[in-house]
T-cell receptor, first 113, second 113 residues
Framework: GAGVSQSPSNKVTEKGKDVELRCDPISGHTALYWYRQSLGQGLEFLIYFQGNSAPDKSGLPSDRFSAERTGGSVSTLTIQRTQQEDSAVYLC???????????FGPGTRLTVT | DAKTTQPNSMESNEEEPVHLPCNHSTISGTDYIHWYRQLPSQGPEYVIHGLTSNVNNRMASLAIAEDRKSSTLILHRATLRDAAVYYCILRGNYGGSQGNLIFGKGTKLSVKP
């Protein structure tokens, strides 16, 4: 079956521009997570959505980062006024619910020049 | 957050068993032990998880010490495709931020033909 998909796969942007990253979770999965992975580093949790509940935003590094999940399915991570330190691979994952294993997408590689 | 300690790297020969250790001396009674792996240029992939008893699935086995302060991921017959970074993660009860996956640096496994 279809896994988690993310778009674009690569994004190059200029410092100060806004970017939107998209995640299509596995159909039927109620939980959705965003992580980022900087070069040579482990994964850093950003935000978590569960059904219609308020998202857990505890991992967002600054108020330039925000995310939405529309209709309990597709999610968009928005980074405003991008900085060079935002360069990383942004990974999305979904799971049947919070207690189940997470399935990860291939990620979006963001490069801020 | 409950922490895990893993060796930075390990080497194995193809078709031989691999034992990947993980120490988690501060584990709490409600923490599950999760293992994920990340192949080069891919998102992480769920491997296995357990609470107290040893667990087996098609990918691997998880051996958990009686005091739960350590565990070992066992790949019964390593293949070249098993070369990846393996993450041992403690995951608390599924409410609140303790349910999030906190990734450390993991163990980079190299498999020699």
């Amino acid at each position: 079956g279809a896994g988690v998909s993310q778009s674009p796969s690569n994004k190059v942007t200029e410092k100060g521009k806004d970017v939107e990253l998209r995640c299509d979770p596995i159909s039927g999965h109620t939980a959705l997570y965003w992580y980022r992975q900087s070069l040579g580093q482990g994964l850093e949790f950003l935000i978590y959505f569960q059904g219609n509940s308020a998202p857990d935003k505890s991992g967002l590094p600054s108020d330039r980062f925000s995310a939405e999940r529309t209709g309990g399915s597709v999610s968009t991570l928005t980074i405003q006024r991008t900085q060079q330190e935002d360069s990383a691979v942004y990974l999305c994952a979904s799971s049947f619910d919070r207690s189940h294993e997470q399935y990860f997408g291939p990620g979006t590689r963001l490069t801020v020049t | 957050d409950a922490k895990t300690t893993q060796p930075n790297s390990m080497e194995s020969n193809e078709e031989e068993p691999v034992h990947l250790p993980c120490n988690h001396s501060t584990i709490s009674g409600t923490d599950y032990i999760h293992w994920y792996r990340q192949l080069p240029s891919q998102g992480p992939e769920y491997v296995i998880h357990g609470l107290t008893s040893n667990v087996n699935n098609r990918m691997a086995s998880l051996a958990i010490a009686e005091d739960r302060k350590s565990s070992t991921l066992i790949l019964h017959r390593a293949t070249l495709r098993d070369a990846a970074v393996y993450y041992c993660i403690l995951r608390g009860n599924y409410g609140g931020s303790q349910g999030n996956l906190i990734f450390g640096k993991g163990t980079k496994l190299s498999v020699k033909p």
